[in-house]
């Protein structure tokens, strides 16, 4: 019993100053998260969008229109959607995340990737190289670990392949800064196509 209190005030008080500490507790809590939201420091579960979904009320060139034609006369084509890369700066900044010291203790961002109008993905980064002009980046599907490769330029192109389920997505450059991702039917590919393309289809 503290000095000055009866036997029925110190077990109040000693409750009401343990509430005080928890309050304190939580407050030190939410500041510290607040100063690294702040800071930018990146969560496991942060996501930065590779990719954002062309609006059908979006102009197309007329080379991307013969892009998308050729595509979709592909007796392997599935369905080709038309995306336009987001700030490549922000973009180049997640995919490398860590690699050249920054910030290297906390794990890379996952990254949002579209692939038609109603699915897109979440990939999260395994390893990455720098070969030559561009960036490697390999990855998997969050949830399922199905394979991802990435060729990533600093002007914002990107190429490669993403599984999905059953299903295999392909990553073109179409020009203007806009990609191309196409679901290919692995089934209908031709025997003789090019072991380039072959590599990254895992």
């Given at each position: 019993?503290?000095?000055?209190?009866?036997?029925?005030?110190g077990?109040?008080?000693?409750?009401?100053?343990?509430?005080?500490?928890?309050v304190a507790f939580?407050?030190?809590?939410a500041?510290?998260?607040?100063h690294?939201?702040?800071?930018?420091?990146?969560?496991?579960?942060?996501?930065?969008?590779?990719?954002?979904?062309?609006?059908?009320?979006?102009?197309?060139?007329?080379?991307?229109?013969?892009?998308?034609?050729?595509?979709?006369?592909?007796?392997?084509?599935?369905?080709?959607?038309?995306s336009?890369?987001?700030n490549?700066v922000?973009?180049?900044?997640?995919?490398t995340?860590?690699m050249?010291?920054?910030?290297?203790?906390t794990p890379?961002?996952?990254?949002?990737?579209?692939?038609?109008a109603?699915?897109?993905?979440?990939?999260?980064?395994?390893?990455?190289?720098?070969?030559?002009?561009?960036y490697v980046?390999?990855?998997?599907v969050?949830?399922?670990g199905?394979?991802?490769?990435?060729?990533?330029w600093?002007?914002?192109?990107v190429?490669?392949?993403?599984?999905h389920?059953?299903?295999l997505?392909?990553?073109k450059?179409?020009?203007?800064?806009?990609?191309?991702v196409?679901?290919?039917a692995?089934r209908?590919?031709?025997?003789?196509?090019?072991p380039a393309?072959r590599?990254?289809l895992h």
């Amino acid at each position: 019993m503290l000095p000055g209190t009866s036997a029925t005030e110190g077990p109040i008080r000693w409750r009401a100053c343990g509430a005080c500490l928890a309050v304190a507790f939580a407050s030190l809590s939410a500041f510290h998260g607040a100063h690294q939201a702040m800071a930018g420091d990146p969560k496991p579960s942060r996501e930065v969008p590779l990719f954002e979904m062309m609006a059908p009320s979006e102009p197309m060139t007329a080379r991307q229109k013969d892009m998308m034609s050729l595509d979709m006369s592909s007796r392997a084509t599935m369905g080709v959607s038309m995306s336009k890369t987001l700030n490549p700066v922000m973009v180049e900044k997640a995919l490398t995340h860590g690699m050249h010291g920054d910030r290297a203790e906390t794990p890379p961002p996952l990254l949002r990737i579209p692939l038609n109008a109603t699915s897109s993905v979440a990939v999260r980064r395994t390893s990455i190289t720098h070969e030559g002009d561009h960036y490697v980046w390999r990855g998997e599907v969050e949830g399922s670990g199905q394979p991802v490769t990435l060729m990533w330029w600093s002007d914002g192109h990107v190429s490669g392949s993403i599984r999905h389920g059953s299903r295999l997505f392909m990553v073109k450059g179409a020009t203007g800064g806009m990609h191309e991702v196409v679901e290919i039917a692995r089934r209908k590919l031709p025997p003789d196509h090019a072991p380039a393309n072959r590599d990254i289809l895992h």
